[in-house]
């Protein structure tokens, strides 16, 4: 069973919190970190509403590229959501521990 089931917006927060990235780097770094791909329809339109959302904004272009940061609303939004997650991780994997035992 493949491990995807992260929301492409918790992946590019989570990319953008080691610093600001453009659309390529970001799928580079979604790659390398959580095995996933994006495809650029699913980036920008998450980029998109991320941006609506105050959760990150984009910065000056750099040449032809325009990169994005996350805001301080943002980091408190993602670090809650994992915060959860790990916490119903944990619940789960001992619940799944208890059932193979």
């Given at each position: 069973?493949?491990?995807?089931?992260?929301?492409?917006?918790?992946?590019?927060?989570?990319?953008?919190?080691?610093?600001?990235?453009?659309?390529?780097a970001l799928i580079k770094d979604i790659e390398e970190v959580a095995g996933a791909t994006l495809?650029?329809?699913?980036?920008?339109?998450?980029?998109?509403?991320?941006?609506?959302?105050?959760?990150?904004?984009?910065?000056?272009?750099?040449?032809?590229?325009?990169?994005?940061?996350?805001?301080?609303?943002?980091?408190?939004?993602?670090?809650?959501?994992?915060?959860?997650?790990?916490?119903?991780?944990?619940?789960?994997?001992?619940?799944?521990?208890?059932?193979?035992?």
């Open positions: 069973m493949e491990s995807r089931f992260a929301e492409p917006s918790v992946l590019i927060l989570v990319s953008l919190a080691s610093g600001p990235k453009h659309g390529y495809g650029p329809g699913t980036l920008y339109g998450a980029l998109s509403r991320l941006e609506q959302r105050g959760l990150i904004e984009a910065l000056p272009a750099e040449e032809r590229r325009r990169p994005y940061r996350i805001t301080a609303a943002g980091a408190e939004a993602v670090q809650a959501y994992l915060e959860h997650v790990r916490q119903v991780a944990a619940v789960g994997l001992r619940r799944l521990g208890a059932a193979h035992a």
